[in-house]
């Protein structure tokens, strides 16, 4: 929801930092690589009970993930650099909540595994719409230039880190977020449904 608003604010400053690290030779799929790889050791920090170095780590995780676009926009972009930033992506977003789970299984476990599921559905909706998007030729740019068609919704990307931050600074209250967060990541899901069925219902497979 907050996704289209935050691109006009951060996308400026991302170019300017993407076209310096492109003319140093960086390449996206590198920066995407660098990102998952702090997204992973920020997982292991929280997992260790390390939650402050979790979430700076995390942070960095983040802005990698934006600087990939932003390299590959000064570059070139490629339908691989866009599948392999969402699967990265995809990685990151269930490593953060299993990483609560072992830091306090018996408090987090129930309320984890709910919220992935969660992830797992909702994930599904958006590259299912993404799929009939590009099929049938629908295009949008209102979260930046994109290899698939981000459909928008009540959480988009924005909304998880900040719930993902509020997690590392109150990791006791854990269980209380995940069983929230993940009831609106259903509540996203479903209306994604609903609006591929108003927009596709009607139009026949070839």
Known sequence: M????????IDPPLNALGQSLAQRGFTANTVTIVGLGLGLLAAASIANGAFFLGLVLLLASRLADGLDGAVARATQRTDFGGYLDIACDFLFYGA??????????NDNAVAGAFLLAAFYFNGTSFLGYAI?????????QAQGQKSLYYSNGLLE?????????LLCLF?????Y????????CGLTATLRIIAAHRIYSNISTT
């Open 157 to 165: 990307g924005t909304e998880t880190i900040i719930f993902f931050v």
């Open 2 to 9: 907050l996704d289209a608003s935050v691109r006009k604010l």
């Open 171 to 175: 990791p006791t209250a854990f269980a």
């Open 177 to 184: 977020l995940a069983w929230g967060f993940g009831i609106l």
């Open 132 to 140: 009939l998007a590009e099929k049938h030729g629908h295009q949008t």
């Open 96 to 105: 953060i909540p299993l990483a609560f789970v072992f830091a306090a299984p």
